[in-house]
């Protein structure tokens, strides 16, 4: 299991993929609340993005987040560092999204 430090650092990473120039283009106008809960430490974080711009990193459930990932924290770290493939890792049943098909397709030109 990863350690919390490594939890954290895969979450700002995930969180400041929005912050590229590409990113803070298409994402312009957008504002979500994005929550990951962690299965296997039953711990949740979550973010506002607020016109396309992440805010800080929170470790509590959100009451209304729109974009909802389900899954254990080594699945975050793979997915960030690469070493799992995210398409794989839902069809596998690893990542849980609940979001409409709108934020998923706009979610999918961060990966």
């Given at each position: 299991?990863?350690t919390?430090e490594e939890v954290i650092?895969?979450?700002?990473?995930?969180r400041?993929?929005?912050?590229?120039?590409?990113a803070k283009?298409?994402?312009?106008g957008?504002?979500r609340t994005?929550q990951?809960?962690?299965t296997?430490?039953?711990?949740?974080?979550?973010?506002?993005v607020?016109d396309g711009?992440?805010?800080?990193?929170?470790n509590?459930?959100?009451e209304?987040?729109?974009i909802q990932?389900?899954?254990k924290?080594?699945?975050?770290?793979?997915?960030?560092d690469g070493?799992?493939?995210?398409?794989?890792?839902?069809?596998?049943g690893?990542?849980?999204?609940?979001?409409s098909?709108?934020?998923?397709?706009?979610?999918?030109?961060?990966?």
């Amino acid at each position: 299991m990863p350690t919390r430090e490594e939890v954290i650092e895969a979450l700002e990473a995930a969180r400041k993929k929005l912050l590229t120039e590409d990113a803070k283009k298409e994402f312009k106008g957008w504002n979500r609340t994005i929550q990951y809960y962690f299965t296997d430490s039953d711990e949740y974080w979550h973010f506002k993005v607020e016109d396309g711009i992440p805010g800080e990193l929170i470790n509590t459930e959100a009451e209304d987040a729109e974009i909802q990932f389900k899954m254990k924290e080594d699945t975050l770290i793979g997915l960030i560092d690469g070493s799992i493939n995210g398409m794989r890792a839902f069809t596998m049943g690893k990542i849980k999204v609940k979001a409409s098909l709108k934020d998923i397709s706009k979610l999918q030109k961060l990966v």
